[in-house]
Protein backbone atom coordinates (compact mmCIF):
# COMPACT_ATOMS: atom_id res chain seq x y z
CA UNK A 1 0.00 0.00 0.00
CA UNK A 2 1.13 2.99 -0.83
CA UNK A 3 1.19 5.42 2.11
CA UNK A 4 0.68 9.71 1.33
CA UNK A 5 2.08 11.92 4.15
CA UNK A 6 1.14 15.47 4.52
CA UNK A 7 2.54 18.37 5.59
CA UNK A 8 2.18 20.69 7.54
CA UNK A 9 -1.11 18.95 9.32
CA UNK A 10 -2.29 22.76 10.50
CA UNK A 11 -1.82 26.17 9.19
CA UNK A 12 -3.14 29.13 10.14
CA UNK A 13 -2.48 31.98 7.69
CA UNK A 14 -4.13 35.45 6.69
CA UNK A 15 -5.67 36.41 3.97
CA UNK A 16 -3.70 37.23 0.95
CA UNK A 17 -0.83 35.00 1.75
CA UNK A 18 0.50 31.99 0.31
CA UNK A 19 -0.16 28.73 1.22
CA UNK A 20 2.03 25.84 0.59
CA UNK A 21 1.06 22.07 1.25
CA UNK A 22 3.38 19.20 0.36
CA UNK A 23 2.60 15.31 -0.01
CA UNK A 24 5.11 12.75 0.03
CA UNK A 25 4.73 9.27 -0.99
CA UNK A 26 6.01 6.41 -0.05
CA UNK A 27 7.14 5.12 -3.66
CA UNK A 28 7.15 6.81 -6.84
CA UNK A 29 3.92 7.33 -8.14
CA UNK A 30 4.81 9.16 -11.65
CA UNK A 31 1.89 11.93 -11.57
CA UNK A 32 -1.21 10.31 -10.38
CA UNK A 33 -1.88 12.55 -7.69
CA UNK A 34 -4.97 14.61 -6.99
CA UNK A 35 -5.79 17.34 -4.21
CA UNK A 36 -9.01 18.34 -3.09
CA UNK A 37 -10.71 20.55 -0.65
CA UNK A 38 -13.36 19.74 1.61
CA UNK A 39 -14.71 22.70 3.88
CA UNK A 40 -16.18 21.92 7.46
CA UNK A 41 -19.91 19.94 7.18
CA UNK A 42 -19.30 19.45 3.09
CA UNK A 43 -17.83 17.29 0.90
CA UNK A 44 -15.03 16.72 -0.82
CA UNK A 45 -14.44 18.60 -4.30
CA UNK A 46 -11.65 17.92 -6.58
CA UNK A 47 -8.97 21.08 -6.94
CA UNK A 48 -6.31 19.40 -8.92
CA UNK A 49 -5.64 16.21 -11.15
CA UNK A 50 -2.62 14.02 -12.19
CA UNK A 51 -0.48 16.63 -10.03
CA UNK A 52 -1.08 19.93 -11.66
CA UNK A 53 -4.16 20.16 -13.76
CA UNK A 54 -6.61 22.23 -12.70
CA UNK A 55 -10.10 20.58 -12.48
CA UNK A 56 -12.87 22.71 -14.08
CA UNK A 57 -14.32 25.73 -12.13
CA UNK A 58 -11.49 25.57 -9.67
CA UNK A 59 -9.75 29.46 -9.04
CA UNK A 60 -6.90 29.80 -10.44
CA UNK A 61 -5.06 30.86 -7.25
CA UNK A 62 -4.73 27.16 -6.60
CA UNK A 63 -2.19 25.01 -8.42
CA UNK A 64 -0.20 22.00 -7.85
CA UNK A 65 3.21 20.87 -9.02
CA UNK A 66 5.34 17.69 -8.57
CA UNK A 67 5.93 13.86 -9.69
CA UNK A 68 7.50 11.08 -8.28
CA UNK A 69 7.18 11.18 -4.68
CA UNK A 70 6.76 14.87 -3.89
CA UNK A 71 4.06 16.59 -4.65
CA UNK A 72 3.15 20.45 -3.22
CA UNK A 73 -0.43 22.22 -3.52
CA UNK A 74 -0.59 25.61 -3.92
CA UNK A 75 -2.83 28.40 -2.75
CA UNK A 76 -1.20 32.11 -4.10
CA UNK A 77 -3.26 35.21 -2.46
CA UNK A 78 -5.58 32.90 0.12
CA UNK A 79 -9.22 33.99 0.71
CA UNK A 80 -11.26 33.46 3.53
CA UNK A 81 -13.46 31.39 1.69
CA UNK A 82 -9.90 28.73 1.32
CA UNK A 83 -10.49 27.70 4.82
CA UNK A 84 -10.72 24.13 4.65
CA UNK A 85 -8.70 20.67 4.84
CA UNK A 86 -6.85 19.60 2.39
CA UNK A 87 -6.32 15.84 0.85
CA UNK A 88 -4.19 14.61 -1.28
CA UNK A 89 -4.57 11.22 -2.98
CA UNK A 90 -3.23 8.61 -5.33
CA UNK A 91 -4.17 6.70 -7.60
CA UNK A 92 -0.84 5.20 -8.78
CA UNK A 93 -1.70 1.28 -7.22
CA UNK A 94 -4.60 0.16 -5.26
CA UNK A 95 -5.85 0.69 -2.64
CA UNK A 96 -6.38 4.39 -3.37
CA UNK A 97 -4.92 6.04 -0.65
CA UNK A 98 -5.36 9.57 0.88
CA UNK A 99 -2.95 11.72 2.74
CA UNK A 100 -4.08 12.21 6.51
CA UNK A 101 -5.43 15.79 5.32
CA UNK A 102 -4.24 19.69 6.21
CA UNK A 103 -6.33 21.56 7.58
CA UNK A 104 -5.91 25.51 6.66
CA UNK A 105 -7.11 27.63 9.27
CA UNK A 106 -7.51 31.65 8.60
CA UNK A 107 -6.21 34.28 10.61
CA UNK B 1 -25.20 20.04 -13.57
CA UNK B 2 -23.77 16.78 -11.78
CA UNK B 3 -25.50 15.77 -8.99
CA UNK B 4 -25.49 12.75 -6.58
CA UNK B 5 -27.48 11.88 -3.51
CA UNK B 6 -26.92 8.44 -1.11
CA UNK B 7 -29.42 7.77 0.95
CA UNK B 8 -29.75 4.49 2.67
CA UNK B 9 -27.69 5.00 5.84
CA UNK B 10 -28.85 4.73 9.25
CA UNK B 11 -28.02 2.89 12.70
CA UNK B 12 -27.50 -1.03 12.56
CA UNK B 13 -26.02 -2.91 14.92
CA UNK B 14 -23.20 -5.40 14.54
CA UNK B 15 -23.28 -8.26 12.16
CA UNK B 16 -26.36 -6.63 10.31
CA UNK B 17 -26.55 -5.48 7.04
CA UNK B 18 -27.89 -2.09 5.14
CA UNK B 19 -27.94 -1.09 1.54
CA UNK B 20 -26.61 2.35 0.38
CA UNK B 21 -28.20 3.65 -2.94
CA UNK B 22 -26.51 6.57 -4.89
CA UNK B 23 -28.92 8.23 -7.79
CA UNK B 24 -27.20 10.68 -10.17
CA UNK B 25 -28.31 12.62 -12.82
CA UNK B 26 -26.75 15.90 -14.71
CA UNK B 27 -24.24 13.35 -16.43
CA UNK B 28 -24.33 10.62 -18.81
CA UNK B 29 -24.40 8.35 -15.99
CA UNK B 30 -23.27 5.15 -18.05
CA UNK B 31 -20.24 6.36 -18.97
CA UNK B 32 -18.47 7.19 -15.76
CA UNK B 33 -17.23 5.13 -13.48
CA UNK B 34 -18.40 5.19 -9.68
CA UNK B 35 -16.74 5.30 -6.54
CA UNK B 36 -17.56 5.05 -2.56
CA UNK B 37 -15.47 6.44 -0.20
CA UNK B 38 -15.86 7.22 3.33
CA UNK B 39 -15.03 9.18 6.55
CA UNK B 40 -15.26 8.16 10.21
CA UNK B 41 -16.47 10.90 12.04
CA UNK B 42 -13.81 13.38 12.42
CA UNK B 43 -11.16 11.76 10.77
CA UNK B 44 -9.65 11.76 6.90
CA UNK B 45 -10.99 9.81 3.73
CA UNK B 46 -10.83 6.03 2.95
CA UNK B 47 -11.97 4.45 -0.43
CA UNK B 48 -13.80 1.75 -0.12
CA UNK B 49 -14.73 0.64 -3.68
CA UNK B 50 -14.78 1.66 -7.17
CA UNK B 51 -16.86 0.17 -10.57
CA UNK B 52 -16.26 0.47 -14.15
CA UNK B 53 -19.05 2.10 -16.39
CA UNK B 54 -19.95 -0.98 -17.04
CA UNK B 55 -19.44 -2.59 -14.26
CA UNK B 56 -16.21 -4.95 -15.76
CA UNK B 57 -14.16 -3.86 -13.22
CA UNK B 58 -14.92 -3.79 -9.78
CA UNK B 59 -12.52 -2.90 -6.98
CA UNK B 60 -12.66 -3.18 -3.23
CA UNK B 61 -10.42 -1.95 -0.03
CA UNK B 62 -8.86 -4.74 1.65
CA UNK B 63 -11.10 -3.49 5.40
CA UNK B 64 -14.39 -4.67 3.32
CA UNK B 65 -13.81 -6.96 0.87
CA UNK B 66 -15.57 -9.79 1.25
CA UNK B 67 -18.30 -8.17 3.21
CA UNK B 68 -19.25 -5.32 0.86
CA UNK B 69 -20.42 -5.45 -3.08
CA UNK B 70 -20.86 -2.02 -5.40
CA UNK B 71 -23.00 -2.92 -7.93
CA UNK B 72 -25.02 -0.07 -10.57
CA UNK B 73 -27.74 -0.15 -12.92
CA UNK B 74 -27.20 2.34 -15.70
CA UNK B 75 -30.87 2.11 -16.78
CA UNK B 76 -31.97 4.22 -13.34
CA UNK B 77 -28.80 6.08 -13.17
CA UNK B 78 -27.87 4.30 -9.76
CA UNK B 79 -24.95 3.08 -7.67
CA UNK B 80 -24.99 0.72 -4.81
CA UNK B 81 -23.31 -0.83 -1.93
CA UNK B 82 -24.55 -3.67 0.02
CA UNK B 83 -23.03 -3.92 3.17
CA UNK B 84 -23.14 -6.86 5.39
CA UNK B 85 -21.48 -7.96 8.92
CA UNK B 86 -21.35 -4.58 9.26
CA UNK B 87 -18.51 -3.62 12.24
CA UNK B 88 -18.88 -0.82 14.22
CA UNK B 89 -15.25 0.49 12.17
CA UNK B 90 -17.79 0.59 9.27
CA UNK B 91 -19.14 3.76 11.38
CA UNK B 92 -18.46 6.54 8.98
CA UNK B 93 -19.87 8.83 6.09
CA UNK B 94 -20.48 7.01 2.86
CA UNK B 95 -19.95 9.55 -0.13
CA UNK B 96 -20.53 8.26 -3.67
CA UNK B 97 -18.42 9.75 -6.41
CA UNK B 98 -18.53 10.00 -10.16
CA UNK B 99 -15.03 10.19 -12.14
CA UNK B 100 -15.14 10.12 -16.23
CA UNK B 101 -11.37 8.32 -15.89
CA UNK B 102 -11.33 4.63 -15.54
CA UNK B 103 -11.87 3.23 -12.31
CA UNK B 104 -9.69 3.18 -9.31
CA UNK B 105 -8.68 7.06 -10.50
CA UNK B 106 -9.61 10.30 -9.64
CA UNK B 107 -13.06 11.47 -7.79
CA UNK B 108 -14.55 14.59 -9.98
CA UNK B 109 -17.93 15.11 -8.11
CA UNK B 110 -18.91 13.78 -5.12
CA UNK B 111 -22.43 13.77 -3.26
CA UNK B 112 -23.38 14.98 0.05
CA UNK B 113 -22.96 11.81 1.78
CA UNK B 114 -25.07 9.47 3.97
CA UNK B 115 -23.99 8.26 7.53
CA UNK B 116 -24.14 4.96 8.28
CA UNK B 117 -24.26 3.96 12.35
CA UNK B 118 -22.99 0.62 13.80
CA UNK B 119 -23.74 0.02 17.31
CA UNK B 120 -25.45 -1.93 19.75
Same mark, same amino acid.
Given at each position: ??? &???????? %??????????????????? %?????????? /??????????????? %??????? #?? #???? =? /?? =?? =???? &??????? !?????? #? %???? &? !??????????? | *?? +??? *??????????????? @???? @?????? @?? @??????QAPGKGLEWVSSISSSSSYIYYADSVKGRFTISRDNAKNSLYLQMNSLRAEDTAVYYCASSI??????????? +?????????
Amino acid at each position: EIV &LTQSPDFQ %SVTPKEKVTITCRASQSIG %SSLHWYQQKP /DQSPKLLIKYASQSF %SGVPSRF #SG #SGSG =T /DF =TL =TINS &LEAEDAA !TYYCHQ #S %SSLP &L !TFGQGTKVEIK | *EV +QLV *ESGGGLVKPGGSLRL @SCAA @SGFTFS @SY @SMNWVRQAPGKGLEWVSSISSSSSYIYYADSVKGRFTISRDNAKNSLYLQMNSLRAEDTAVYYCASSIAAAGDRFDYWG +QGTLVTVSS
